[in-house]
Structures are given as structure tokens and as C-alpha cells.
T-cell receptor, first 114, second 111 residues
Framework: GAGVSQSPRYKVAKRGQDVALRCDPI?????LFWYQQALGQGPEFLTY????????KSGLPSDRFFAERPEGSVSTLKIQRTQQEDSAVYLC????????????FGAGTRLSVL | QQQVKQSPQSLIVQKGGIPIINCAYE??????FPWYQQFPGKGPALLIA?????SEKKEGRFTISFNKSAKQFSLHIMDSQPGDSATYFC??????????FGKGTHLIIQP
């Protein structure tokens, strides 16, 4: 069966460009999470959706970061006016239902901002 | 404030040995404690998880020990193999919230 799919796998952006990262969760999974993983560090929580509702965006580092999941399935993380410090791997995870916090992760999108 | 502290940062063990990785947490509201394994270029994969109402959980060669009063938990890998060489992360969460991860342990199992 298909796991969590993220695209693109690699993205190179010039400083100041806008980028959009896509996540396709496992079919039927209610919850979707975004994390940022800097080189050699653990993932850090960014934001979380239950269906189309964004329940927690406390981890988004600035107002340049925006996430959406309009139909409760595919999600997009958008970063406006990228900065060098945004360079990281962006991980998406999904879980089947709330109350059962088994999160399945995609392989991530590696963003490099030059 | 780092809410989940993980040690050691790196660990080298001979094949067949028992690597032990330790984590400590601060937020007493956490009630779910998973361990993830990550290989280079891959996303983290869930290994085993525990809730605070039990002190130990075993799945195959992986065991979690949990000490609620000390706010600590650890991962033991029995009969370790070179294929277990990876980065291991402990994590914690309250309910169905996002996970708070430790900084990771880079484990090498020597043949």
C-alpha cells in the first residue's frame, strides 16, 4: 500500500523566492502533521490538521510559513520569501484518527535556499 | 527550552551487544512516548511506543523501559545487528498533538 508521499524530494530556491511543498497522506488518514528537520537534529513540529481544520500552528517559525489542507486530504506547506535559515528537510506525517497518535512519515522534501 | 533530552548523541556497539538510549522529559502532560528509527534520506519510522501506565514494553528485539516518577524512558536493542545502524529519536506527545522529538542518537553496530 502507498505510504505518505511528498513532492518534490529536493528543492533549490534562491533567497527571496516562494516555495510550495506537497504532502499526500495515507488514504483515509484524518490527521496530518508538518515537521522541520535541520541537519543533524530531530524533527520539530510546525503545524497539525484534523481533516481540513488547522488545529495547531504554534510551531510555524514566522508568518512567512503557511499551510493548508482545503479538502482534508492533500496538504501544501508554503514558504514565502525564503531565507537561508529555512534550509532543512520538511517532513509530513499522517495518522489514522485522533486519539491514536501513530504517525507515519514521508521521506521529506530537502529544501536548500541559496 | 528543550522538552525532551536524549543521550548519548552517538553510540558504537559490537554486534550482539545491547545499546541503550535514554530520554528525559519535562512536561508532565505528555502521555505518549514513541521511538523512531531514521536511515539517511528516509523519513522516521515508528519502532515502538509506550504510554505511562506501563513500566516496560517489548516488541521483538526492542524494549522500552519507562519511569514515570523520574520522567525518563529508555530504548534497549537486544542482539544488535549491523542493520540496526541508524539514527534513533525518542519523542513525546500529549494526546493526538504533534510530537516533541529529542535530538537523536547516531548508533553504529560494528560487525
Amino acid at each position: 500500500g502507498a505510504g505518505v508521499s511528498q513532492s518534490p524530494r529536493y528543492k533549490v530556491a534562491k533567497r527571496g523566492q516562494d516555495v510550495a511543498l506537497r504532502c499526500d497522506p495515507i488514504s483515509g488518514h484524518v490527521s496530518l502533521f508538518w515537521y522541520q528537520q535541520a541537519l543533524g537534529q530531530g524533527p520539530e513540529f510546525l503545524t497539525y490538521f484534523q481533516n481540513e481544520a488547522q488545529l495547531d500552528k504554534s510551531g510555524l517559525p514566522s508568518d512567512r510559513f503557511f499551510a493548508e489542507r482545503p479538502e482534508g486530504s492533500v496538504s501544501t506547506l508554503k514558504i514565502q520569501r525564503t531565507q537561508q535559515e529555512d534550509s532543512a528537510v520538511y517532513l509530513c506525517a499522517s495518522s489514522l484518527m485522533t486519539g491514536v497518535n501513530i504517525q507515519y512519515f514521508g521521506a521529506g522534501t530537502r529544501l536548500s535556499v541559496l | 527550552q528543550q522538552q525532551v533530552k536524549q543521550s548519548p548523541q552517538s553510540l558504537i556497539v559490537q554486534k550482539g551487544g545491547i545499546p541503550i538510549i535514554n530520554c528525559a522529559y519535562e512536561n508532565t502532560a505528555f502521555d505518549y512516548f514513541p521511538w523512531y528509527q531514521q536511515f539517511p534520506g528516509k523519513g522516521p519510522a515508528l519502532l515502538i511506543a509506550i504510554r505511562p501506565d506501563v513500566s516496560e514494553k517489548k516488541e521483538g528485539r526492542f524494549t522500552i523501559s519507562f519511569n514515570k516518577s523520574a520522567k525518563q524512558f529508555s530504548l534497549h536493542i537486544m542482539d544488535s545487528q549491523p542493520g540496526d545502524s541508524a539514527t534513533y529519536f525518542c519523542a513525546a506527545a500529549r494526546g493526538a498533538d504533534g510530537l516533541t522529538f529529542g535530538k537523536g542518537t547516531h548508533l553504529i553496530i560494528q560487525p
